[in-house]
């Protein structure tokens, strides 16, 4: 049909080539309107929804966790409540991403490794959508024990599959271990009830702060990523699997800021110097935030931003620019989308047309 309408996955940010479909937010064979949010997906550094730009029925191309080169097809929009036979990606975007037979959707890859290994696509009936993942699958079950007991290697060293690597499980030094980190487990739970990773629960989280000289009262789990030149102020919360890269430039944190888990801060980014295959420098400036902010988790803070005093940067927002005082931030890329209002200790996000 020469009236089909395809959704392309899109080039979020610089130096994006693939993106992963996270879910569909409208289900296969649906009626849509154009600008209706269709799926959710995400590169390595943001999560951002993708919107229908035509009305029709909506068929999906691949699925769930499926990764997808920037500008090959998601989806079709057709005008006709009948998932087309073939859907090819359009000329301009390369060779298609999934191949359609009957009833059944083959990812590309999927269809390229079944034509390679000579696969009778009737092993897949029943399935609508075939991955790659499920092709490859099927093949490690058809080599069966033989190819799991194929010669390993580790640090160069040949590996003997017969020779007793159990023994280091009755070790004396790791029933130490085992008793002393569970201890120490026994303990964060009658006290705190909590349980943490390993290295919070051997490095106490408030003297991993003073051993890098933030201010204090300031915390900061041993899983979060310290790099370069940090500054953090007083009474500050930086939480677990978070990054702090001041690697060519400072990173400066006021007082009672608040990183959340797997939240970013970078002063510094490499991709003109990648691209450009080492041409151009890599970009360096400082990036500063307030005192009395709240940067939500897995929220990323671009090089050379300024974000002032008790802002609010909302979950997953990727955030690069210079922001007054009492901004309330989100999306990818971020904008002030209103503003923090402190009354009588209470505070209230207000959004702005």
């Not at 080039?11 to 649906?30: K, T, Y």
Request: aromatic letters at 8%.
């Amino acid at each position: 049909m020469s009236d089909l309408h395809y959704v392309l996955a899109p080039q979020e940010s610089a130096g994006d080539d693939h993106v992963r479909l996270v879910e569909w937010s409208i289900a296969d064979g649906s009626q849509v309107s154009a600008g209706t949010l269709i799926a959710l997906a995400e590169t390595t550094k943001a999560s951002f929804e993708i919107a229908a730009e035509a009305s029709g029925y909506l068929f999906h191309l691949v699925g769930a966790d499926d990764r997808v080169k920037v500008g090959e097809p998601i989806a079709v929009i057709s005008p006709v409540n009948v998932r087309p036979e073939q859907a090819p990606a359009p000329a301009s975007s390369g060779s298609p991403a999934i191949v359609s037979a009957g009833n059944q959707t083959f990812t590309r890859k999927a269809a390229g490794l079944i034509e390679q290994h000579g696969i009778s696509p009737d092993v897949f009936a029943g399935m609508s959508v075939v991955r790659q993942a499920d092709v490859e699958a099927y093949l490690a079950a058809q080599r069966g024990p033989a190819s799991r007991n194929a010669q390993r290697f580790f640090a160069g060293e040949a590996l003997d599959p017969d020779a007793d690597w159990d023994a280091a499980l009755a070790s004396e030094e790791l029933r130490r271990l085992t008793e002393l980190t569970t201890a120490l487990r026994r303990r964060l739970k009658a006290r705190f009830n909590r349980h943490v990773p390993l290295g919070t629960l051997v490095h106490d989280r408030w003297a991993v702060a003073k051993e890098y000289g933030f201010g204090e009262g300031t915390s900061v789990y041993d899983e979060c990523l310290i790099l370069g030149d940090v500054t953090v102020g007083r009474h500050c919360w930086i939480g677990p699997f978070t990054v702090l890269d001041g690697n060519f430039a400072a990173i400066r944190i006021g007082d009672h800021t608040c990183l959340g888990t797997g939240a970013h801060i970078y002063s510094h980014h490499a991709i003109d110097n990648i691209l450009t295959k080492g041409a151009a420098p890599v970009h360096a400036e400082d990036t500063e935030i307030g005192s009395g902010c709240f940067i939500s988790p897995l929220s990323i803070i671009g090089p050379g931003s300024r974000i002032g005093d008790q802002s609010f940067v909302a979950s997953g927002s990727f955030v690069q620019g210079v922001f007054p005082a009492l901004s309330y931030i989100a999306g990818t890329p971020g904008r002030r989308v209103g503003r923090v209002e402190i009354r009588h200790q209470r505070v209230f996000l207000r959004k702005e047309d």
